[in-house]
T-cell receptor, first 112, second 114 residues
C-alpha cells in the first residue's frame, strides 16, 4: 500500500531562515505529488503539485518542491521564511486511486 | 462564499450516542470525501463518493455510514459513538477524472466523545 512519510514533525525557525521539509513516499509507479498547508484557523489548501514535466515545481508564496524519483522524495523548500508561514504542512500522493494519501504533517513555527 | 462547508464545527457527545456531520460544496464538483485526522495528525481517507456513488470505502467500522443525497452533499452518520472516534473529521471535494488534482477542504469538525 502507498504511504507518505514526513520525518520532521515540528520545525522551529527564525524569520529569514531557509526551510526544507522532507517528504518520502513508497510506491514504485507513476505518482502525482502535492503539498497542502493549513494556516491557523483556516482550511487545508493546496500549496503546489507535481504531475509531470519539470521536477522543480513552484507554488504560492515563494514555496517550491523538487521531485527526485530515485529517492522517492518530494521535499518542500523556501529560501527565506516569514512569520506568516507558521502553519501545518502536509505532503500527499495520488497513485491513481480516487483519493489522496497524506503524511502526518509538519508543524512549522516561525519566530519573529 | 464558503466553497466546502461542514457543520457542526465542534461536537461533544457521550459514548453510545448517534451523531451526524453534514457537508455541502457549492463548487459543482463531482467527487466528495470524508477524511479523519487522528491525534497524531494523520489524515486518513474514509469514504469517497462520485456523483452519489460510493467509490472508496476504507476499513471503517460499520457504525460509520456516509449518505450522499445529491452530488453537492455528503453527510456522515456515526452510530454508537466510542472514545476512539474522537478526532477531527474533514470533508473535501474535487473535480477530477481518474484522480483528484486538487482537493478543496472544509474547516473540519472536531468530535469529542466523552
Amino acid at each position: 500500500a502507498q504511504s507518505v512519510s514526513q520525518h520532521n514533525h515540528h520545525v522551529i525557525l527564525s524569520e529569514a531562515a531557509s526551510l526544507e521539509l522532507g517528504c518520502n513516499y513508497s510506491y514504485g509507479g507513476t505518482v502525482n505529488l502535492f503539498w497542502y498547508v493549513q494556516y491557523p484557523g483556516q482550511h487545508l489548501q493546496l500549496l503546489l503539485k507535481y504531475f509531470s514535466g519539470d521536477p522543480l515545481v513552484k507554488g504560492i508564496k515563494g514555496f517550491e518542491a523538487e521531485f527526485i524519483k530515485s529517492k522517492f522524495s518530494f521535499n518542500l523548500r523556501k529560501p527565506s521564511v516569514q512569520w506568516s508561514d507558521t502553519a501545518e504542512y502536509f505532503c500527499a500522493v495520488n497513485t491513481g486511486r480516487r483519493a489522496l494519501t497524506f503524511g502526518s504533517g509538519t508543524r512549522l513555527q516561525v519566530q519573529p | 462564499d464558503t466553497a466546502v462547508s461542514q457543520t457542526p464545527k465542534y461536537l461533544v457527545t457521550q459514548m453510545g450516542n448517534d451523531k451526524s456531520i453534514k457537508c455541502e460544496q457549492n463548487l459543482g464538483h463531482d467527487t466528495m470525501y470524508w477524511y479523519k485526522q487522528d491525534s497524531k495528525k494523520f489524515l486518513k481517507i474514509m469514504f469517497s463518493y462520485n456523483n452519489k456513488e460510493l467509490i472508496i470505502n476504507e476499513t471503517v467500522p460499520n457504525r460509520f455510514s456516509p449518505k450522499s443525497p445529491d452530488k453537492a452533499h455528503l453527510n456522515l452518520h456515526i452510530n454508537s459513538l466510542e472514545l476512539g472516534d474522537s478526532a477531527v473529521y474533514f470533508c473535501a471535494s474535487s473535480q477530477d477524472g481518474t484522480g483528484p488534482e486538487k482537493l478543496f477542504f472544509g474547516s473540519g469538525t472536531q468530535l469529542s466523545v466523552l
